[in-house]
């Protein structure tokens, strides 16, 4: 053989044993590229963000008892007036005389309204101690619907700033504590509301 022919298969061998180590160095590349890309994938979905649920709307707004949408009555003992009406946060409720109980209607509107807030309902009206029988709604001339026991629409007192309170009692000689069946707690047959009681800054109306 001659010395040409002898170079000639020497170059060859070493062509394909560098073109067998240059493939063997692209499939690791790929390889590795497709291991990268597969971590990296769920780090990305991780990072974003939870979604923000604290600004769900949708809750009932409350009535002007303090209750979710539903007004609560809830029968009671008071160490002076005897038996009464508070909400679902304990505080107490009143009638007014200027109201009228049949037909239910309500005279407290405005200035009134703003120191005795109408006990309002949009859920309906859940009862502990009171007897359905007696309790009752108007619609206001707003529209709203105001709570009504033994026909008399009820409110809360602004100046009642705890729950038991009876700051109310007797205002203007027209403001009483309401019982469980509708009527004025503290008097009784043979006493006289006491109308001579001085209004308190204003709120007997």
């Keep these: ?12 061998a070493i062509a394909g044993a560098l073109g ?3 493939s063997a160095c692209g499939s690791d590349s790929k390889d590795d590229g497709k291991a990268a890309g597969t971590a990296t994938q769920p780090t990305g979905q991780q990072s974003q963000p939870a979604p ?3 600004g769900t709307p949708g809750a009932p707004a409350p009535s002007a008892n303090g209750t979710a949408g539903k007004a609560v009555l809830k029968a009671g003992t008071d ?9 679902g946060a304990g505080f107490t409720l009143y009638r007014f005389d200027k109201d009228t109980a049949k037909p239910s209607k309500s005279n407290c509107e405005g200035d009134c309204l703003a120191k005795w807030p109408a006990v309002t309902t949009t859920g309906g009206v859940t009862l502990n101690g009171v007897d359905q029988s007696v309790v009752g709604s108007v619609t206001r001339s707003d529209g ?5 026991i033994g026909g008399w629409p009820v409110y809360r007192f602004a100046a009642d700033t705890k729950p038991g309170e009876t700051k109310g009692q007797g205002v203007g000689g027209t403001w009483f504590a309401v019982t469980p069946d509708g009527k004025k707690a503290g008097v009784t047959a043979t006493t006289a509301p006491p109308s001579d009681k ?3 800054g204003g709120y007997g109306y």
């Excluded at 160490?79 to 909400?87: E, F, Y």
């Excluded at 709203?144 to 009504?148: E, F, G, L, N, Y």
């Design 79 to 87: 160490a002076k007036l005897g038996p009464i009406v508070a909400d």
């Design 1 to 12: 053989m001659s010395v040409f022919s002898t170079r000639s298969l020497a170059a060859v």
């Design 144 to 148: 709203s619907t105001q709570v009504t």
């Design 20 to 22: 067998l180590g240059l």
């Design 52 to 54: 923000n649920t604290a």
């Design 198 to 200: 001085p209004s308190t």
